[in-house]
């Protein structure tokens, strides 16, 4: 019997289809336009969500949230900006949309995330070579796993550095009871398709007071000044949500905590399920020291000496469209193999689970190694690269069944035995 396919994480609605019951409400009222009942409502629920009396800007993408973050910061050209080299384009592409250039930090191998030990190095020695010290700091609660936050802020606040949590993966995640996003002066969401929950597209920006949050929704909505005509004194962008997204994502806060409880409960089951099996590790956050992740997505490590069944056709074939393109357009790539990528056997058990309708991906490619980045600063230890080499990435999303679990681990078994 044909299997339906296993994705990563789909976007999963309410059973009661509350978010089409707002959508309802914003064409009936005719309210389609980027502002409206369902922003403010939406807005609304994130602040209660993340609590700490902060104010919440909604926004087109989690890429928009990054990018006014920095330029609240006083970012622009000529700066420069430390941000985690393991992550996603979207943490590090704004720092270049503002003239200004990424400094690269390597990861700590406990939660994969930004190396605190590496910061304070890198921010001592660009103060040298540059005579400035970077304009901001972005940790990246990579896979939802959060960072050593207390020792970033201690950094931050020692020589005076503002932080913009990229905690687009890590919604809902805390550390010490407190939700990622609320710790430094910034904190990005995202409410992309895959994310934990969805707005179709959208993001959001945590701010810490009601003059940042002005600023930040002045810029959102191309800086308009309080004239009866348009008056521009500063450059602004057209960033802010429309009143359909936050419709969805007003109903995708009834099932937040459902979803995070879901994915936190595949995450322990593929803990139990593969912790006999040999050469695969999965990634757990440390036992003491106050995280609680929101398993976005579930990551293994294959240890180099396993062996999978079909490693040796590897990268044999130019792919097309496994992760890259969009829309159908894809460049036809050069080479089948990069200077930089997953082990032969890592490939191998993307290919074998891609067979048995299962979606598996590599772990985010260090931006330190991408060819768009070759000439940017980097701080780098190896953890990262190490990672990218051993690491895959699991289905976890609120339709991945204890059943499918199972099946997911028994292909694995399958794989490499
Ligand atoms: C998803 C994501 C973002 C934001 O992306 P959008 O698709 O623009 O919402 C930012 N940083 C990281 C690490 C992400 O995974």
């Known amino acids: 019997m044909a299997r339906n396919r296993i994705y990563l994480c789909l976007a999963h ?20 336009v980027p502002l409206g009942p369902n922003v403010n409502g939406f807005e609304k629920y994130l602040e209660e969500f993340v609590g700490q009396n902060k104010r919440v800007v909604a926004l087109s993408a989690g890429t928009a949230a990054v990018h006014l973050a920095l330029l609240a910061c006083g970012v622009g050209p ?10 996603f384009c979207a943490s590090s592409h704004p720092i270049t ?36 010290y970077p304009k901001a700091i972005v940790p990246v609660a990579l896979y939802g796993m959060p960072y050593k936050i207390d020792q970033i802020m201690a950094i931050a606040n020692k020589y005076g550095i503002p932080v913009v949590e990229d905690a687009a993966e890590g919604f809902g995640s805390k550390f010490n009871g407190q939700v990622l996003g609320t710790f430094g002066k910034y904190g990005v969401l995202s409410f992309n398709g895959n994310k934990m929950i ?49 419709g969805i994502g007003r109903g995708q806060m009834t099932v937040v905590n459902d979803h995070i409880a879901h994915h936190k409960h595949v995450q322990a089951l593929y803990e139990e ?70 082990n032969e056997n890592v490939e191998a ?49 609120p339709y991945v069944t204890d059943e499918d679990v199972k099946y997911i681990v028994d292909t694995i078994k399958s794989a490499i035995d």
């Open 198 to 246: 969805t707005t179709s597209g959208g993001g959001a920006l945590i701010t810490e007071n009601e003059d940042e949050w002005r600023e930040i929704m002045m810029y959102a909505t191309q800086y308009r000044e309080s004239y009866p005509y348009y008056q521009h004194e500063k450059i602004g962008y057209n960033y802010r949500m429309s009143n359909i997204c936050a």
């Open 78 to 87: 000529g700066d420069e900006v430390c941000v985690q080299s393991f992550t």
């Open 97 to 132: 949309y503002l003239g200004a250039t990424p400094v690269f930090i390597d990861s700590e191998r406990e939660t994969w995330n930004m190396d605190p030990e590496l910061l304070e190095k890198a921010i001592i020695d660009r103060k040298e070579k540059t005579g400035k």
């Open 273 to 342: 399920l593969l912790k006999d099996v040999k050469g695969v590790t999965v990634h757990s956050q440390p036992a003491t020291g106050g995280y609680d992740s929101n398993y976005w997505l579930c990551t293994i490590t294959l240890d180099p000496s396993v062996k999978v069944k079909g490693q040796e056709n590897a990268y044999k074939t130019i792919v097309t469209g496994a992760v890259g393109g969009a829309a159908g357009v894809i460049h036809a790539a050069e080479s089948a193999t990069t200077d930089c990528q997953p």
């Open 349 to 397: 058990l993307r290919v074998f689970m891609d067979q048995a309708q299962i979606e598996a991906r590599p772990v985010w490619k260090p931006m330190h190694k991408q060819p768009v980045y070759k000439n940017a600063p980097a701080y780098v230890n190896g953890v990262s690269e190490d990672i990218f080499k051993i690491g895959m990435c699991l289905p976890a999303g």
């Open 13 to 32: 609605m309410s059973d009661e289809g509350i978010e089409q019951k707002y959508i309802k409400e914003a064409f009936d009222t005719n309210w389609v």
